[in-house]
């Protein structure tokens, strides 16, 4: 990195942001803090990435390094994260050096091991697929004796996008899972498969002063486990809105949750809620939030660990669609289409500026808004269809 | 500056922005540029302004010194400008250069000498106060003679805020006037006093390909000279909108714009419109766009000067109010009362990051969107009525 820290710009005290990952969700927050006055620093692991180049100082270095978490910390008012796998114990070291961290090391512990959230979410009451704590392939077999094939053998800890989970359709399958997800060395889980008909997610962002702020309930639709579509407000009934909203506020106060989070649900064909997971942060299901609501989740997380009161999370259109755009081969980080998408009427386009794309790699995102979610999803489909990152012309 | 030319991050061909310029303006137009994948580099006379912590580098230099123009463009596809004050004639060798400048040095020679500006708007056949060209006291007092009290004396020259202007009641003040803008220096021209009952200005985006995008008309309230208040859209009538709209889409294409330009008006007692000034940059008068329209007149410039498709100028909700938040004093960059006014319901703030306000400086902005403009005006009004820059406690 050019930016040394000897040489750091100015600050405004009170105002300075450290992000932990320098990605598009830190960019994202970057440029909702920047708008309210604030500096944004960051730490990330190379001298690249969405965030860096508009961080008014990039530290490069090590998130699980005490050392180099606080050398952040130091240069900053409040540090806040982009992902959920930074070691809680490490981060617990900067707030025993008297840094400030939210979401706190405490929350982090009871998010970033899934057996734990899981623990920790069924002790609050919340409704959960059944879930067994493993040690060996044999173990798994043994769960299966009391819940339905098939089973989903989950990593406890650094799984996402459906990294890190396998289903297992019956006892022959176990195996093969348990060698997939490195089972000898990685400590796994299992949870019953849940055989839903429709994803819902919400954001809720709780402040420091323990105000909350619940975004709408959405419909997420994922292809090959990556978020594909988002759909604002979930095409749902005003009941399963109410009770889904309740749910995710109760599991987001069960981890002590600072700043925004993502709740990921399944609705069950008998409407019953089911909570998938948590994420610590701000979210893939909120990123219609920065077009289509007062105040976006980037924003309010802001707000929340600044200690600001929040905004008003309401919709300033009726719907809104989201569309993620993913690499689809190694290539450029430059999508081809772009001109016709922006031709489009009322697409927001959003371009991660990652160097490289990858199969798969999030690169970049759609939004419309509209009167109607159909209205809005043929638009945005229409524009995601003609952007292509990696792509041979 | 601690980002070294020689280790400037690595930036996306096609997409590299450069700013001349690295004030509010800069930094909203690079908060736009962003979000579209865009690198955005800016030159500035100073190491620190809104933009430069954000800019993924910073050029110091001076604007009108061909040579650090030429700096900036070498690493950058495209250079435009935050402000009409670069000497014309140093962009000008940017583009024999080879460099890609917008807009071009001839539109901001056609601009920035606000007697050439009107020149050129009249010989479009374009509505004017009547305005001459004066060399001296005397020529002042010739002038009077075929006007009606009171006249306006002007700089031709980086007049803005009503700084370099003065308004003469009789033929005893002209030498007031005459020495308070420093006449035997700079050159100054006269035009007649203009008594509107409403100032009206419009955010008019031209593309590479000629291609146009007019926002909504909207009324600005001046307090000092300074823009204070911004109404979307404005309250006259349609056929008053119309004809605004078609008067400034004729001056832009006077000018030969490309990006987006600002156009003042006057309202007469009559319905009568006339062109107060241009603006060949993004505008006070537009900076509501970012929430109430579907793309801002920043996104809409970076698409222009870029070469790419414009986006719908619609806005989200029937009406948007912006207030300007100015230094009272002396004092630091960060208001008072900024915790009371994010708790006020739909405030927008926006906080420059200026690092000292002074009395006059323009140091943020509030918008608010609302369904009507006295619903939107009065919790805007609020929001800034608590935000205090440099006041004493």
Redesign the interface.
Known sequence: ????TE????S?P??RIGIVGGGQLA?MT??AG???????LVLERK??GPA?????HSFVGDWDDPDDLIKLAEHVDVVTLENEFVDANSLSELEKAGHTLFPTSKSISLVQDKYIQKQTLEKAGLPLSPFRKIKSREDVVEVAKGFHWPLVIKARRNGYDGKGNATVNNVNEIDAAWDKLDGDKRTLYVEAFCPFVSELAIIITTSRSGETAAYPLVESVQRDHICHIVRAPAPVSAEITARATDIAKRAVTAIGAIGSFGVEMFLMEDDQIIINELAPRVHNSGHYTIEAC?CSQFENHV?AVMG??L??T?M??PAAVMINLLGQSHGS??PTG??EA??M?????????K?LSMPGRKM?HVTV?GETLSEAEQIAQAAANVLKFGASE
């Open positions: 990195m050019d930016k040394e040489n750091l710009p100015k405004i009170g105002k960019k970057a440029l920047l708008q309210l006055g604030c500096d944004v001298s690249e860096v180049n508009l961080a008014s007062v707000r600001w009161p905004g008003s309401n300033v259109r980080g430059q772009f001109n922006l031709a009427p009322g697409v927001h386009v959003h371009i991660y500026g160097e970049g808004l």
